[in-house]
């Protein structure tokens, strides 16, 4: 289990990275956090429309520079709304671990 800041600084593009696996069927949200998967197939038919989808995210900024915004098609968390997820999931896995 991880949580994932899909922003780390200006330069950083795993927001759009993940927000790709994410239209392609890579990770599939379950409740408020996403589950990793291995989807039947990836076409090219599904790889351009998941990039289609991703430009469709963009504005371009006062400085002309065009900017995607993939967390608009995803469901994110504050950073500390996905660490007490973590952390409540990884102590209900230590219970089941101590009492099964």
């Known amino acids: ?5 899909l922003y780390q600084d200006q330069d950083d593009v795993r ?12 990770f599939v949200a379950v409740g408020r956090r996403y589950r990793m998967e291995i989807p039947e197939t990836v076409t090219l038919a ?13 504005e ?5 520079t065009e900017v995607f915004w993939p967390e608009r098609l995803m ?4 950073k500390e709304e996905a660490e007490a997820e ?8 230590r219970f089941r671990m101590i009492t099964g």
């Not at 289990?1 to 800041?5: H, S, Y």
Request: neutral net charge; hydrophobic residues 55%.
């Open 15 to 26: 927001c759009n990275e993940f927000g790709l696996l994410v239209r392609l069927g890579f």
């Open 60 to 64: 371009v900024e006062d400085d002309g």
């Open 75 to 78: 469901q994110v968390l504050t």
């Open 1 to 5: 289990m991880a949580a994932l800041a």
């Open 86 to 93: 973590r952390s409540t999931m990884m102590a209900m896995r």
């Open 46 to 58: 599904a790889v351009k429309r998941a990039a289609l989808e991703m430009v469709a995210t963009a």
